[in-house]
């Protein structure tokens, strides 16, 4: 007779395997801890392997329980999107949208705006937070796509360019940067910056490319929001770099932005999805709409920089 692996085993599998305890493992999952361990046992047995490491505070999955484990979340995620599928048509479309917080405020407004007015039927509930935690919510199946900005390396995860964004110094009127010509990146040494702090990844960004041109900026404050960043700027506590999405919205008179001459900095922004799990109609459309729309910006970004800076 052949030996049939139950949902429910599976399910105890993954749970135990990420929390690697059986006492938080069984109260997760609403069991006891001698149920959970029969529960695992019996599934040992089916394997013919043990599955798991018994140490004193933690268990460990052993090398066929690494095996199993990913084909378990296969398998689960499989019956979910099936599930999802089948039910799709009982109710209204509903996507869950990931963007990082120098992409969010500036991208998704227009892109929001003009998806609904195309798709009234389908809701879009944003998230908005740093690229490590929406990779892992995106890998989870907790958001369906997310905004992003390049480089991006995560187990199944189709990433997919938008377009490439400029860079830009923003200085206070009246800076001594704000009317040279040209600037090169090195004309900022010396200069105190306002960042953003180290868990974005516009500031690895722009570190990056200040150490590939030999250059240190000299940081004195740093925040959470861009914005913050823009209006420490106005008040002369220093002078940042932005992206030029941020500059597009921005009508203050305190501050001016200026492009680098010669290799200037950029970020590619891009589009993020699991693509192990089901897509729905819903999330179809508004890949498409998000494709459009970072063309739209790409056109209009190629043909200001032809103009100069």
């Known amino acids: 007779m052949r030996n049939y692996l139950e949902f429910h085993s599976l399910e105890q599998l993954v749970v135990l395997a990420r929390t690697q305890n059986f006492t938080q493992a069984a109260a997760e999952l ?3 801890q001698s149920a959970l361990s029969r529960g695992i046992q019996k599934l040992e047995e089916q394997i013919g392997q043990p599955l798991f490491e018994r140490r004193p505070r933690e268990v460990v999955l052993t090398d066929h329980g690494a095996l199993l484990l990913e084909r378990a ?9 099936t599930f999802t599928e089948l039910t799709e048509e009982g109710r209204r479309g509903r996507i869950r949208l990931g963007a ?3 992409i969010a405020p500036f991208f998704l407004p227009s892109l929001l705006n003009s998806f609904a007015k195309k798709h009234p039927e389908i809701s879009v509930m944003v998230q908005e937070d740093t690229t490590e ?9 907790e958001i369906d796509l ?7 390396s995560a187990k199944f995860i189709e990433v997919e360019s938008l377009f490439d964004e400029e860079l830009l110094l923003v200085v206070p ?7 040279a010509k040209p600037i090169t990146i090195q004309a900022v040494t010396g200069y105190p910056f306002v960042m953003l702090n180290e868990a974005h990844c516009l500031s690895e960004n722009i570190s990056w490319f200040c150490r590939r041109q030999s250059v240190q900026p000299v940081t004195v404050e740093r925040t959470s929001q861009l914005a913050t960043v823009q209006e420490l700027v106005s008040l002369d506590h220093g002078v940042s770099i932005v992206p030029q999405m941020a500059r597009r919205i921005d009508h203050s008179e305190h501050r001016v932005y200026r492009s680098f001459s010669g290799d200037r900095p950029v970020r590619t ?10 897509q729905s109609k819903a999330v179809k459309a508004l890949k498409e709409h998000v494709r459009f ?17």
């Open 146 to 152: 997310a905004i992003v900005a390049l480089p991006i």
């Open 133 to 141: 935690t929406l990779l892992k919510r995106c890998s989870h199946g």
């Open 73 to 81: 979340k296969e398998i689960l995620k499989l019956v979910e999107d």
């Open 269 to 278: 922004v891009a589009m993020i999805w699991n693509s192990y799990r089901y």
């Open 100 to 102: 990082i917080p120098t």
């Open 173 to 179: 009127v009246g800076h001594p940067l704000a009317k």
């Open 30 to 32: 609403n069991l006891s």
């Open 293 to 309: 729309h970072g063309a739209k910006l790409k056109s209009s970004t190629s043909t200001r920089t032809k103009g100069g800076s």
